[in-house]
């Protein structure tokens, strides 16, 4: 086992709150605090907050966002990823309320309309960008009682691979519901409605070719998208 999909999720979760819209929103570790700790699309993420208390407390002086962004960022590269350095050295002026509400992360269940606006009008990324870090998926499950949904995008979902897009090309996904829930398999790997909607779409499907075929193009993207997303909302006074 390796806690790496944890520690990306908890920094991916807490980041994607951002929206350029107001400002609100952003890498501020806020998330470890109710109400936003108890939204169900963080259920879970109590496990790698406590694992980063013990080293938070050897390193006062680094800000929780911080040691998630950098935990994070280490995951990526000890699962085969993209070598990324700590990106917070940035800092930004911050607008409007830190806390935010619910449903600031994507739905899984909604398709290529609601992606492109929780990635490109909300949070200001590229189609490119947006496909590219989607492809996180290749790490980690979901799991019944957190998300409603249960597998893994990938047959080895400790490994950084392109996996995740090459098998959505293969397009040999039957549909079915667990615990009420929409969706996909082919035998032995998962894809939600929201991971099927790059396929689906026109202007998406480009991006998910050109990572499955161009595996060290993937990683490049994901790489300068993942810099981009830690420093969303990104202020010298984060928490």
Request: net charge neutral; hydrophobic share 40%.
């Amino acid at each position: 086992g390796t806690a790496a999909p944890l520690l990306i999720r908890l920094a991916w979760h807490d980041a994607g709150t951002y929206s350029l819209l107001d400002g609100s929103g952003g890498m501020h570790a806020t998330i470890q605090f109710p109400p936003m700790a108890n939204y169900s699309a963080n259920l879970g993420l109590d496990v790698p907050r406590q694992l980063l208390r013990e080293f938070k407390s050897s390193y006062p002086k680094v800000s929780t966002a911080d040691m998630w962004a950098f935990a994070a960022s280490v995951a990526i590269t000890a699962t085969g990823g993209p070598l990324s350095k700590q990106a917070r050295s940035i800092s930004s002026k911050h607008h409007g309320l830190i806390f935010t509400p619910a449903d600031r992360m994507p739905n899984p269940s909604l398709g290529e309309d609601h992606v492109r606006y929780v990635f490109t009008t909300r949070m200001g990324f590229t189609d490119a960008e947006a496909v590219a870090l989607m492809g996180a998926h290749t790490l980690g499950r979901a799991h019944l009682d957190r998300s409603g949904y249960v597998g893994a995008w990938s047959a080895i979902p400790t490994d950084w691979t392109n996996s995740y897009y090459t098998t959505l090309t293969d397009l040999r996904f039957v549909a079915f519901r667990t615990a009420g829930q929409l969706q996909y398999t082919d035998g032995s790997t998962i894809m939600l409605p929201t991971d099927m909607s790059l396929v689906f779409s026109n202007t998406y499907r480009y991006w998910v070719y050109q990572y499955a075929a161009n595996p060290a193009q993937w990683s490049s993207s994901f790489a300068k998208a993942w810099i981009k997303l830690t420093q969303l909302g990104y202020q010298s006074t984060d928490l």
